[in-house]
């Protein structure tokens, strides 16, 4: 363990060192310092330690500069939350309010240890053993064994395992090199750039240039990707996000309506006509939210069939209110004047992705919200990827994209959209 924790204090340094921009090796200390707060988080003292050690050394400490970049709220939160860990009294007041599983510091306790072992006889002037000096130990080690009690349920992770068995990192004499190098000492030339230095820099290069080109490719197989190979997914939040929209629309309009009646309630024809329209309109309402439930219905007992774990499968365009922008795993956009690829409306998608289910090197044409204010619409041909202008002939590039966005930040969007009319509707009582 105590090597363990050297190593792994020895990496956090060679890290951050190695980063030659200041900006980039601030991010590095900051990511350490999200670590370190997840680690104590999770009941790993050992580990959270093991990053303090390494941002606390001298090698570290010195470099003002980076240390100036660093968002200073995340600063103040490292000292008052993290950095505190390093004084003993301190942490071991946190380890009181713990729930096993924990990791603690094990030298913590080898120092207690020690102090016991050094401090007290082993034996009385009787000859006899020491036994209050055994049990001071015992309740060291049975304090260990507590926090064991209880085993951690984490589902591993081959790759970052074998990060962990294999990180690279430098002696202590290399890192106050790098150290030197980065941040010189005021009033001396900056010094060479150490061997091992330029070593691990080529290295880290060449392995981001690598990254970046891997992702680029997956990004443009993800564009091509064929229509077997996916559907288009929207969440069922999207579905509840639609009925708040409607039930939203629905108090504005009554409201709206009840106002207007009680100025003109001695008026029995206008009355009359509002009445007329209220119904009406509480009616469409009613269909559409039927309809929407209803759909989900059906398209969860399709989605039974096929095997797919995010959501139901959205193929009724009228589900989704007009110029909603509501985030879906499969994008179309189109490209504009300036070059720029756009995205279209949440609705625009839908029609898209459904006939291109249906025909992938068919065509579709367009006559809805924008596309209908010019009388002949717009078709889209899925062969050449196209938007085309039917009284002009004029087209523009169209792309699909496929898992554009993670699960994560798509439910992360849902859940903003959520609280935004959350928000609305709150506002709008408040008003009323």
């Not at 989605?303 to 959501?311: A, D, E």
């Not at 202008?389 to 169209?398: A, F, G, I, K, L």
């Not at 994209?401 to 992360?412: A, F």
Request: net charge positive; charged share 25%.
């Amino acid at each position: 363990m105590v090597k363990w924790f050297n190593n792994v204090s020895s990496w956090v340094k060679t890290e951050i060192l190695t980063e030659t921009d200041v900006k980039r090796r601030a991010k590095t200390v900051e990511k350490f310092i999200d670590v370190a707060w997840q680690l104590i988080k999770l009941g790993n003292y050992n580990g959270t330690l093991e990053i303090v050690s390494a941002l606390e050394s001298s090698d570290i400490y010195r470099l003002k500069n980076t240390w100036a970049f660093i968002n200073e709220s995340k600063l103040s939160f490292y000292h008052s939350r993290i950095q505190i860990l390093a004084n003993i009294s301190k942490l071991r007041d946190s380890l009181l309010v713990c729930t096993p599983p924990v990791i603690p510091y094990i030298g913590m306790y080898l120092t207690e240890m020690i102090q016991i072992d050094e401090g007290n006889f082993t034996k009385t002037d009787d000859g006899l053993l020491n036994i209050g000096k055994f049990q001071l130990l015992s309740r060291t080690v049975g304090r260990l064994h507590d926090w064991q009690r209880k085993t951690f349920h984490l589902q591993t992770v081959p790759i970052i395992q074998e990060f962990m068995s294999n990180l690279i990192f430098v002696d202590d004499e290399e890192i106050s090199l790098f150290s030197l190098y980065i941040e010189p000492k005021v009033g001396t030339e900056k010094p060479e750039m150490p061997r091992k230095l330029k070593e691990i820099h080529k290295k880290k290069n060449f392995h981001n240039r690598s990254k970046s080109q891997t992702a680029k490719k997956k990004r443009i197989k993800n564009v091509i990707q064929t229509s077997e190979e996916s559907v288009l997914m929207v969440m069922q939040e999207h579905r509840e996000q639609c009925e708040m929209e409607c039930e939203s629309f629905r108090k504005g309009l009554y409201d709206m309506l009840m106002g207007i009646r009680f100025e003109e309630k001695n008026n029995p024809e206008i009355v009359a006509i509002l009445d007329k329209i209220q119904t009406a309109t509480m009616n469409q309402l009613a269909s559409h939210k039927q309809k929407i439930s209803t759909e989900c219905h059906q398209t969860n007992q399709k989605l039974q069939k096929i095997k797919f774990n995010i959501g139901p499968v959205l193929e009724d365009p009228l589900a989704v209110p007009t110029g909603s922008n509501i985030p879906t795993l499969v994008q179309w956009l189109w490209n504009d004047d300036k070059g720029k690829f756009v995205p279209y409306d949440t609705q625009t998608t839908v029609i898209l992705e459904a006939q291109y289910q249906k025909t992938p090197n068919g065509s579709v044409k367009l006559t809805h919200g924008f596309f209908g204010k010019n009388l002949s619409g717009y078709i889209v041909d899925f062969k050449q990827m196209k938007q085309i202008q039917c009284e002009t002939n004029y087209s523009r590039p169209v792309q699909r994209r496929l898992n554009w966005i993670t699960y994560s930040e798509h439910k992360q969007k849902v859940y903003e959209l959520q609280q935004k009319f959350q928000k609305q509707d709150k506002e709008h009582e408040i008003k009323s």
